[in-house]
């Protein structure tokens, strides 16, 4: 799997034991090098193949992760081509918004280089058969939940960066929940992020017990570009993690413009 941040390749076992690790964790030009590898794929020889973004080239390596071969714009320099065999931040196959990758194809899951996760593959499979089949179906990523199954368990949705966001974060310590659940090893919190333009929720994080089951509300939130006004005035049960939430949108307001 590709870790971006670190510009490296991780390989595991089935079981998910670490195997190697590619890449020298700097972003670099060299052979073998990354910066912000995207999408993998690997051959029927074991042979990998990395999309390596900003890069603007592919590289091949070896099952043992040597380097190979790499394409792209002057052999894979690094500049960016829009030829033929040349790329542009490659991330995976071209799909439209219907998946379509060019007239009768379809291109869905890690290979379309969206986001790397089992349900947005899953999502995007429901809108190319909807396509397929006439039906009228555009993929929509406003609201893409991540789930890191850690203790604490850390979930995400939406956007929790950029230009002129606003935010604020409420402690788990400070809802009733927790004393009623078996009290957790590590503290959590939910912080939330708006747009102060249009005063809808644009993103989430969730940190704590079964943060990615209740963060399940906060990406309905922001698929839906529900006002925060109008999730302020939203019931939470007592005493639930969900009234985190309720305490972070009551912060939230108060720093909206
Ligand atoms: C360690 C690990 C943990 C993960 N945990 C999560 C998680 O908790 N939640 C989550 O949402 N996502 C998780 N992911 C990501 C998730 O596994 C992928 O996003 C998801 O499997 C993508 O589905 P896919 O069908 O696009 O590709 P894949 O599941 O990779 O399926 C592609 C298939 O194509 C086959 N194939 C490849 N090349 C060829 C070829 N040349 N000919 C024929 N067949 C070929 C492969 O063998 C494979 O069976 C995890 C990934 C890893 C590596």
Do not use: C
């Not at 029927?44 to 992760?65: C, E, F, M």
């Amino acid at each position: 799997m590709t870790d971006q941040l670190n510009n490296r390749i991780e390989k595991f076992t089935a079981t998910g034991r670490l195997l190697a690790v590619w890449g020298t964790g700097a972003a670099g030009k060299g052979d073998g090098q990354f910066d912000t590898p995207h999408a993998v794929a690997v051959d029927g020889w074991g042979n990998v193949y990395v999309a390596d973004t900003h890069n603007n080239r592919i590289q091949k390596l070896s099952p043992a992760g040597r380097f190979l071969a790499r394409w792209g714009a002057n052999g894979g320099d690094g500049t960016a081509g829009l030829g033929n065999g040349e790329f542009n931040d490659p991330r995976g196959i071209a799909v439209d918004e219907r998946l379509r990758a060019a007239e009768n194809v379809w291109a869905i899951g890690d290979v379309s280089g969206v986001a790397l996760f089992t349900h947005v593959g899953k999502y995007q499979a429901r809108v190319a058969a909807a396509d397929v089949a006439g039906r009228p179906a555009k993929a929509d990523y406003r609201a893409i939940p991540a789930g890191i199954f850690t203790d604490p368990e850390v979930a995400t949705v939406g956007r929790t960066e950029g230009d002129g966001l606003v935010s604020a974060r409420w402690e788990l310590t400070a809802t009733p929940r927790l004393s009623t659940y078996e009290r957790p090893k590590r503290d959590g919190f939910v912080r939330v992020f708006a747009d102060p333009a249009e005063r809808v929720l644009v993103g989430a994080v969730a940190v704590g017990p079964q943060a990615a089951e209740w963060l399940g509300q906060l990406t309905l939130a922001v698929r839906s570009a529900t006002p925060v006004d109008v999730l302020l005035d939203t019931i939470q049960p007592y005493p639930t993690f969900s009234e985190a939430i309720f305490f972070a949108l009551r912060e939230l307001a108060d720093a909206l413009p």
